[in-house]
């Protein structure tokens, strides 16, 4: 019994033993670790941390892959005219004489169609060809009075001859020389009939008879509208077509009461439109209405647009703004500004530079520099800044500075720690 209460008694001794020389194992090995945590910078840690944050005040550096992630757009700051503007709206238009609305003087059956809506047309072209038995007879009644105008001007020169030599009596005379112009008249004036028809009255005169006329564009442009098919009867000054020359589009806008003091001819409007959003296109005025209209109260203003495009469609709503008092100054776009408080700043590309060995891919880094601005007037999604120094042909953050001021944040938080 004593042999076995030795026997159990050494057993636990030995666990317990186990169990302290386990316990100073773990304890060397933390202070280990600790002293080695204490020591040398690691690659990672000497100039860049591991996400390559700058050490350097006021700096950040990333890479391009990091770039394209938070959409990084570099660009230089612009030398843009800003100064007081008035809010206007309005619509692209036309002037009357750059639209045309085409109809017949008389009215016939749509034999042909040689356009749709769209179709870029020149003046003159034919749009359609149409027909009726009233153009038959009109070039016949043509052929018949120019026959008979030979014979009357013959009859009449004759009958004026023997006057003259008073063989013939003054009424015979009076009553040729009365059909012989009647007839002129009725035949110059059906010439002129068919020529507004589009025919030719040559060829008519030569016994060429044809059973349709043309319908032509009287101007350059653009189909808009076709209102008719194919025999279709049209009556008289019924709008077949609409052609519009979009080239010559221009701003129509609304000036109101309040502002219409302000504005004259030769001042910049500075517009956009839905179908181009972020780009910002320039007109002159160029006619100030002198016409005051109750609902809204305003008048209505003109301008030609400088860097016109396709895109540009009369009808198409416009907001804009008219500046006054320009004056030429350093700008860049809103979102380039990073606000702190009452401090504004933009970042400035300082640096470029390579890094990587023959373990590791190598990869390009930008490192940009936050710099203090002093911001003005804001007009037109710019922002008029002035700044100690020269920035000329220095590249900054124009999309992505907030995320870059939240990385220099985060990595400045990290340094700390």
Same mark, same amino acid.
């Given at each position: 019994?004593?042999?076995?209460?030795?026997?159990?008694?050494?057993?636990?001794?030995? =666990?317990?033993?186990?169990?302290?020389?386990?316990?100073?194992?773990?304890?060397?090995?933390? $202070?280990?670790?600790?002293?080695?945590?204490?020591?040398?910078?690691?690659?990672?840690?000497?100039?860049?941390?591991?996400?390559?944050?700058?050490?350097?005040?006021?700096?950040?550096?990333? *890479?391009?892959?990091?770039?394209?992630?938070?959409?990084?757009?570099?660009?230089?700051?612009?030398?843009? $005219?800003?100064?007081?503007? =008035?809010?206007?709206? /309005?619509? %692209?238009?036309?002037?009357?004489?750059?639209?045309?609305?085409?109809?017949?003087? +008389?009215?016939?059956?749509?034999?042909?169609?040689?356009?749709?809506?769209?179709?870029?047309?020149? *003046?003159?072209?034919?749009? @359609?060809?149409?027909?009726?038995? *009233?153009?038959?007879?009109?070039?016949?009644?043509?052929?018949?009075?120019?026959?008979?105008?030979?014979?009357? &001007?013959?009859?009449?020169?004759?009958?004026?001859?023997?006057?003259?030599?008073?063989?013939?009596?003054?009424?015979?005379?009076?009553?040729?020389?009365?059909?012989?112009?009647?007839?002129?008249?009725?035949?110059? /004036? %059906?010439?002129?009939?068919?020529?507004? %028809?589009?025919?030719?009255?040559?060829?008519? %005169?030569?016994?060429?008879?044809?059973?349709?006329?043309?319908?032509? $564009?009287?101007?350059?442009?653009?189909?808009?509208?076709?209102?008719?098919?194919?025999?279709?009867?049209?009556?008289? #000054?019924?709008?077949?077509?609409?052609?519009?020359?979009?080239?010559?589009?221009?701003?129509?806008?609304?000036?109101?009461?309040?502002?219409?003091?302000?504005? &004259?001819?030769?001042? @910049?409007?500075?517009?956009?439109?839905?179908?181009?959003?972020?780009?910002?296109?320039?007109?002159?005025?160029?006619?100030?209405?002198?016409?005051?209209?109750?609902?809204?109260?305003?008048?209505?203003?003109?301008?030609?647009?400088?860097?016109?495009?396709?895109?540009?469609?009369?009808?198409?709503?416009?907001?804009?703004?008219?500046?006054?008092?320009?004056?030429?100054?350093?700008?860049?776009?809103?979102?380039?500004?990073?606000?702190?408080?009452?401090?504004?700043?933009?970042?400035?590309?300082?640096?470029? $530079?390579? #890094?990587?060995?023959?373990?590791?891919?190598?990869?390009?880094?930008?490192?940009?520099?936050?710099?203090?601005?002093? @911001?003005?007037?804001?007009? /037109?999604?710019?922002?008029? +800044?002035?700044?100690?120094?020269?920035?000329?042909?220095?590249?900054?953050?124009?999309?992505?500075?907030?995320?870059?001021?939240?990385?220099?944040?985060?990595?400045?938080?990290?340094?700390?720690?």
């Amino acid at each position: 019994m004593k042999i076995k209460i030795i026997q159990e008694t050494m057993k636990k001794i030995s =666990i317990i033993l186990c169990m302290i020389l386990a316990l100073a194992a773990c304890d060397n090995s933390g $202070s280990q670790s600790s002293e080695e945590d204490h020591g040398e910078k690691g690659p990672n840690e000497e100039g860049h941390s591991e996400e390559g944050h700058s050490e350097e005040s006021g700096t950040v550096s990333i *890479t391009g892959e990091q770039a394209n992630f938070m959409g990084l757009e570099l660009g230089e700051i612009q030398r843009k $005219s800003l100064g007081g503007t =008035i809010r206007v709206t /309005g619509r %692209l238009g036309l002037y009357p004489q750059d639209q045309a609305k085409i109809s017949p003087f +008389i009215g016939g059956n749509v034999k042909a169609i040689y356009v749709i809506e769209g179709d870029k047309v020149s *003046t003159g072209q034919v749009l @359609t060809l149409l027909e009726h038995p *009233t153009y038959i007879q009109m070039q016949q009644e043509l052929q018949q009075l120019s026959s008979q105008l030979e014979y009357l &001007k013959q009859e009449y020169e004759r009958k004026e001859k023997l006057y003259e030599e008073q063989v013939s009596s003054g009424r015979e005379f009076q009553k040729a020389k009365s059909e012989y112009l009647s007839t002129e008249a009725a035949f110059k /004036g %059906l010439k002129l009939k068919l020529k507004l %028809l589009g025919l030719s009255v040559a060829k008519v %005169l030569k016994g060429e008879i044809s059973s349709s006329i043309p319908i032509r $564009s009287p101007i350059n442009g653009y189909v808009n509208d076709i209102n008719i098919s194919i025999g279709d009867f049209i009556d008289p #000054h019924f709008d077949m077509f609409e052609v519009t020359d979009n080239s010559q589009v221009h701003v129509d806008i609304r000036v109101y009461e309040k502002d219409i003091y302000k504005v &004259k001819e030769g001042q @910049t409007v500075y517009f956009t439109v839905a179908n181009q959003p972020g780009m910002i296109l320039e007109a002159i005025i160029n006619s100030v209405g002198r016409t005051f209209e109750d609902d809204p109260k305003s008048i209505h203003v003109h301008a030609d647009i400088e860097n016109k495009n396709d895109a540009l469609l009369p009808g198409m709503y416009v907001e804009g703004r008219i500046v006054e008092n320009e004056r030429l100054t350093d700008v860049v776009p809103e979102a380039a500004i990073v606000t702190e408080g009452e401090l504004a700043y933009i970042f400035v590309k300082v640096e470029a $530079s390579d #890094h990587g060995d023959n373990e590791t891919e190598e990869r390009h880094e930008e490192l940009l520099t936050k710099v203090e601005v002093t @911001t003005g007037v804001r007009d /037109g999604g710019f922002v008029e +800044i002035m700044v100690s120094g020269s920035l000329d042909s220095s590249l900054i953050a124009y999309k992505g500075a907030y995320t870059l001021s939240s990385e220099m944040i985060k990595g400045e938080l990290e340094h700390a720690h």
